[in-house]
């Protein structure tokens, strides 16, 4: 074999050996990115869990607020001057905070109303 042939030669094994190994070089980044990306995955998954339940939980409250509203306009329509120890301020003020909070959660929560079955 002649020096032009041999060059030939070992320029076409060095390519090979280039292609194999740009080959692995390109195989382990795409692991990495599939790695990176099952993990974000997951991450925003829990995240998701987290924001439901939290989402969920601050509803809950709303309603309780909303619950306890109810409740103490009807004390103060069978109660009008209150009781003592519980003056009719005291009880307008509670309902005022609440009315307060509720209007705050509608507005940050959105429809708290559970999905229909």
Same mark, same amino acid.
């Given at each position: 074999? !002649?020096?032009?042939?041999?060059?030939?030669?070992?320029? +076409?094994?060095? !390519?090979? &050996?280039?292609?194999? @190994?740009?080959?692995?070089?390109?195989?382990?980044?795409?692991?990495? @990115?599939?790695?990176?990306?099952?993990?974000?995955?997951?991450?925003?998954?829990? @995240?998701?869990?987290?924001?439901?339940? =939290?989402?969920? =939980? @601050?509803? =809950?409250?709303?309603?309780?607020?909303?619950?306890?509203?109810?409740?103490?306009?009807? +004390?103060?329509? !069978?109660?009008?001057?209150?009781?003592?120890?519980?003056?009719? &301020?005291?009880?307008?003020?509670?309902?005022?905070?609440?009315?307060?909070?509720?209007?705050?959660?509608?507005?940050?929560?959105?429809?708290?109303?559970?999905?229909?079955?």
């Amino acid at each position: 074999m !002649d020096k032009r042939h041999r060059q030939a030669a070992e320029f +076409f094994i060095m !390519d090979r &050996k280039k292609a194999a @190994l740009a080959f692995v070089a390109m195989a382990a980044v795409m692991t990495a @990115l599939l790695v990176v990306v099952g993990f974000q995955i997951d991450k925003n998954r829990s @995240l998701a869990r987290q924001g439901k339940l =939290a989402h969920d =939980a @601050l509803c =809950a409250l709303n309603q309780r607020n909303i619950d306890r509203i109810a409740v103490s306009r009807k +004390f103060l329509r !069978d109660h009008p001057n209150g009781i003592p120890g519980v003056p009719v &301020k005291l009880i307008r003020d509670g309902i005022k905070s609440d009315q307060s909070t509720v209007r705050i959660l509608i507005r940050t929560l959105g429809d708290c109303s559970p999905p229909p079955p």
